[in-house]
């Protein structure tokens, strides 16, 4: 995933010793693999529609104000998992929220590569990375913008929790 390679990178980048990149990688690995819990349940108890179904079969929604296209396609494969929330929103909030705080900043400098895209993408900060990553679900057609923001803070709040209660600094 792009995300751990980001990861890496950084570690790398900041001659992190041994002791000091394990302590990040279960950072990350603890608060993103528990927003993914949280994620995921949500999604389950919602099971709400994703765009590559919904907007074809819009006619049948039972709303007057909604028109189908059924030649409406995403420009990605979408997963098959209900849409919200956005898990990639939830996923990517959590590693960000945790490398910055980590860092203790948020100007950290890295490139990630899109295997899909075969494009690099270079950033100043962890915040400009995730709003291109919560506004490229929208644009892809994989997720609408509620989910990605739902998602984004959900990946805060439970990141934000793991902070508080898992890896206080002793």
């Given at each position: 995933m792009v995300e751990w390679s980001i990861t890496r990178q950084l570690a790398g980048a900041h001659h992190l010793s041994s002791l000091r990149t394990a302590r990040l990688l279960a950072l990350v690995y603890v608060a993103s693999t528990d927003t993914l819990?949280?994620?995921?349940?949500?999604?389950?108890?919602?099971?709400?529609w994703r765009p590559v179904t919904?907007?074809?079969?819009?006619?049948?929604?039972?709303?007057?104000?909604?028109?189908?296209?059924?030649?409406?396609?995403?420009?990605?494969?979408?997963?098959?998992?209900?849409?919200?929330?956005?898990?990639?929103?939830?996923?990517?909030?959590?590693?960000?929220?945790?490398?910055?705080?980590?860092?203790?900043?948020?100007?950290?400098?890295f490139a990630a590569y899109s295997p899909a895209s075969g494009t690099t993408r270079h950033y100043d900060s962890l915040r400009a990375a995730t709003a291109e990553l919560l506004e490229a679900r929208v644009w892809a057609g994989v997720h609408y913008r509620f989910a990605s923001e739902h998602g984004h803070r959900v990946g805060l709040a439970v990141t934000r929790d793991v902070l508080n209660h898992a890896f206080q600094r002793r």
């Open positions: 819990i949280a994620c995921y349940k949500a999604k389950a108890h919602w099971n709400f919904a907007i074809p079969l819009a006619g049948t929604d039972g709303n007057a104000a909604t028109d189908p296209d059924p030649d409406w396609t995403p420009l990605r494969v979408t997963a098959p998992s209900p849409e919200y929330p956005s898990g990639h929103a939830c996923f990517t909030t959590a590693v960000m929220t945790a490398l910055g705080s980590f860092f203790g900043r948020d100007d950290l400098t």
